[in-house]
T-cell receptor, first 115, second 111 residues
């Protein structure tokens, strides 16, 4: 299993600013993912972040808006840039310890409110 | 692309059995997973079907039929703590098997 922590747990931000969310895992993992979840909604994949390569973004998400870093096998950051109220959501980090494994672990999430 | 459909809400009483269905359209996938998420919590893994058939884990079972593009999660001996949202998800072939989630089913267990 993997234990994931995220910082901050929640934040209230002004529109036009940026917020960087940190994801720390207690073990080395191959694959990391960033998801967005509106309250009461499903999880939408933003991007896949594998160490040593550029993040792969899903349709509707772009690097300029959601830059991601993955400097090592236990850490990643997601930045939400130039925020608008539509970015208000819960952002979740998720990991899988191997490409051939099926169980994914999720962090507690970062609840972002943009005013 | 991929799409997964689940009922939005299910209500059942303590001690009962409930089945949450998931129908999907996807071009190719490794398997179907189920995740549980309590209000305000992180999704947690429940079950995985890589092959057709039934997988049993305690009070929870999951089923997959690739020919019918259908799966379900079966919860037995329901408890109040089972009130949560349940998501089916497919692990697709590309990008190292990324996980795509259904819309989720909110299960309410009544006394």
């Amino acid at each position: 299993s993997a234990v994931i922590s995220q910082k901050p747990s929640r934040d209230i931000c002004q529109r036009g600013t940026s917020l960087t969310i940190q994801c720390q895992v207690d073990s080395q993992v191959t694959m990391m993912f960033w998801y967005r979840q509106q309250p009461g909604q499903s999880l939408t994949l933003i991007a896949t972040a594998n160490q040593g390569s550029e993040a792969t973004y899903e349709s509707g998400f772009v690097i300029d808006k959601f830059p991601i870093s993955r400097p090592n096998l236990t850490f990643s950051t997601l930045t939400v840039s130039n925020m608008s109220p539509e970015d208000s959501s819960i952002y979740l980090c998720s990991v899988r310890q191997g490409a051939d494994l099926y169980e994914q672990y999720f962090g507690p999430g970062t609840r972002l409110t943009v005013t | 692309g991929q799409s997964l459909e689940q009922p939005s809400e299910v209500t059942a009483v303590e001690g009962a059995i409930v089945q949450i269905n998931c129908t999907y359209q996807t071009s190719g996938f490794y398997g179907l997973s189920w995740y549980q998420q309590h209000d305000g919590g992180a999704p947690t893994f429940l079950s995985y079907n890589g092959l057709d058939g039934l997988e049993e884990t305690g009070r929870f079972s999951s089923f997959l039929s690739r020919s019918d593009s259908y799966g379900y999660l079966l919860l037995q001996e329901l408890q109040m703590k089972d009130s949560a949202s349940y998501f089916c998800a497919v692990r697709v072939y590309n990008q190292g098997g990324k996980l795509i989630f259904g819309q989720g089913t909110e299960l309410s267990v009544k006394p």
